[in-house]
Antibody, heavy 117, light 110 residues
């Protein structure tokens, strides 16, 4: 079965760090470009970051540049998002998704990140 | 990068058509044929409905169609069905290696 499963979300204090993981199965992960997308409660979708199949290059939204790092381990079929210097406005459900001709055709179920003291 | 502009809501009766617009600029929608559309039901992950402006992934009904003119892309849902009631988002590739989503449109089937 083709699927993506995120984990690693939770409650973190402002200024803290968190690492999200996304495990892929059912498709050739190593040749797939991958994205992170987030959605604040009751709000719209926001693109966060993309990584190419071999790990480079990586690109980021301005709002997370310098604070978030996207990476991958193709041997483990796993995508990561290392989030640092977290702010209240980073509170959201974070989705990983596979790139398909610049569309996103496979999505995970999402993992909730709450930044609060 | 500012979000693409979509109308907050759209509606139609079963069997009718509804068209959702997605307005950007020459730095995104107007300059690239990488516009995609997503359907999202409450509490669920988004689903890809259209990619590269007009193409439908396997399994998406042909009631869903996409187009683009200048800086505005559009999604048309023909023959509205109850299960089409959802939020819809457009997304475009943008200059300087970015991607941007639209503000989202809630479609109601009357």
């Amino acid at each position: 079965e083709v699927q993506l499963v995120e984990s690693g979300g939770g409650l973190v204090q402002p200024g803290g760090s968190l690492r999200l993981s996304c495990v892929a199965s059912g498709f050739t992960f190593s040749s797939s470009w991958m994205h992170w997308v987030r959605q604040a409660p009751g709000k719209g979708l926001v693109w966060v970051s993309r990584i190419d199949g071999d790990g480079s290059p990586t690109i980021y939204a301005d709002s997370v540049k310098g604070r978030f790092t996207i990476s991958r381990d193709n041997a483990k079929n796993t995508l990561y998002l290392q989030m640092s210097f977290l702010r209240a406005e980073d509170t959201a459900v974070y989705y990983c998704a596979r790139d398909y001709y610049a569309g996103l055709d496979i999505w995970g179920q999402g993992t909730m990140v709450t930044v609060s003291s | 990068q500012s979000a693409l502009t979509q109308p907050p809501s759209a509606s139609g009766s079963p069997g009718q058509s509804v068209t959702i617009s997605c307005t950007g600029t020459s730095s995104d929608v107007g300059n690239y044929n990488y516009v995609s559309w997503y359907q999202q039901h409450p509490g669920k992950a988004p689903k890809l409905m259209i990619y590269e402006v007009t193409k439908r992934p396997s399994g998406v009904p042909d009631r869903f169609s996409g187009s683009k003119s200048g800086n505005t892309a559009s999604l048309t849902v023909s023959g509205l069905q109850a299960e089409d009631e959802a939020d819809y988002y457009c997304k475009s590739y943008a200059r300087s290696n970015n991607f941007v989503f639209g503000t989202g449109t809630k479609v109601t089937v009357l």
